[in-house]
Structures are given as C-alpha cells and as structure tokens.
C-alpha cells in the first residue's frame, strides 16, 4: 500500500512539472519522491568511493552561513562577484534550497542531496547556462553525466515532453542545450566536491579550465 501511495504521488509530481516546469518545488518534489524509493536509498555509495567527495561528506561542507552581501566586495571576476551578481540578475533567492531542507541532515545521502541543491545556481554559473527551461534542461543533463542521478534522467525526458506538447519549434533549440550539457559533463571533471566557499576570490574562468568545462 505504501509503495502505490509513492507511486501517485510521484505521479502527480510529473503531472505538476509538465504542467508548468518553472515551479521549481515540483522538481523539488521529483526528486523527494525518487529518493524514497527503497531500491535507491543506496546510491550515494558510488559517490563515496570518491577520495574528494568522501572527503566534504566527512567535512560537512557548506553546513554554514554564507555572507552572500560581501560577495559583492569580492574582485571582479572572480568566483564570488559573479555569483552575487548571477542571483541579483535573475532574481534568486540563494537560501531557497536550504529553505526548502527541512529535516535534518541524518545520512550521507541527506547530505549529498542538500549540497546538490544548496550549489545548483553555482553549477549554473560554471557551466554557463542560464535558468531558461532550455538552460536548465542543459546543466540538468550535465547533472546526469557527472552525478548518474535518477531524477536527472527523469527531468530530461521530461523536458522533451514538455517541449514537444508546449514549444514544439522550440526542441532543436533544446536538444543542443541538453547534447551540450551531456558532452560537457562527460568531459569535464566532477563539480560535486568542489570547495565553493573557500574559493569566492578564484578567477571563475580559472575553476572553468581547472575542471576542463568548455562553454
């Protein structure tokens, strides 16, 4: 009964991101609803097998607050100045994924998640998409290639769906944005353990060839 009670609901997760994939609490919703899945509760283990990765799980990295106001004092060009002016110009909130973090951080999965979340816009400013649907459907494909997350697959496909019943003249364009993102995570090496915080001051373009990502 409860696995057919995750199921609708997951379901009716899909149902509200086709309807309107700019409500990023249906994402949200997503991948709370694949991650309750039994049969995936164990895969952070891959992640772990990472010395870096293992490292900032055991770190707790990003667990406190971030200054986000003097990010503006940081040089231009550097990791910090083009994030505070990243969230300022479309309009962010850079607390909305740990606002949205409501229980405590108990696994190592609890905790890969939140930092996913937590650094999304950051991924976007490194890879360079924007948060169009088409940009988002790009690093969210970068996503798949790098993390092999279930919801990321799933929001891709959903995407194209979306694309084809919404924006058909559209899918050309989206279908470069999610090629471009599957090429460049494929290539380029991982983001996830990436010490964000410790570098506002890096050159951003620097963080770009260090990781090899090409825009």
Not at 137 to 143: D, E, M
């Amino acid at each position: 009964m409860f696995k057919l009670y995750t199921k609708v609901k997951l379901l009716f997760a899909v149902y509200r991101y086709l309807k309107d994939p700019n409500q990023v609490d249906s994402v949200l919703k997503l991948g709370n609803q694949l991650l309750s899945q039994q049969s995936l509760s164990d895969y952070p283990q891959r992640y772990l097998r990472n010395k870096e990765i293992a490292e900032m799980v055991q770190q707790k990295q990003g667990t406190k607050k971030i200054e986000f106001e003097q990010l503006a004092t940081c040089h231009e060009d550097s990791l910090g100045w083009a994030y505070y002016h990243f969230i300022k110009t479309n309009n962010l909130d850079f607390t909305f994924y740990e606002k949205d973090t409501k229980d405590p951080i108990k696994s190592d999965r609890d905790y890969i998640v939140y930092r996913i979340r937590q650094t999304h816009d950051l991924w976007h400013l490194v890879t360079g998409f924007d948060t169009s649907q088409e940009g988002e459907a790009g690093l969210i494909a970068f996503y798949y290639a790098q993390l092999k997350s279930p919801l990321s697959a799933l929001i891709v496909g959903l995407a194209i769906i979306h694309f084809l019943l919404k924006r058909p003249k559209d899918l050309p364009v989206l279908f470069d944005k999610i090629t471009h993102g599957w090429t460049m995570g494929k290539n380029s090496l991982s983001l996830l353990a990436y010490p964000w915080e410790e570098n506002w001051n890096t050159n951003l373009n620097s963080i770009r060839i260090k990781h090899h990502i090409h825009l």
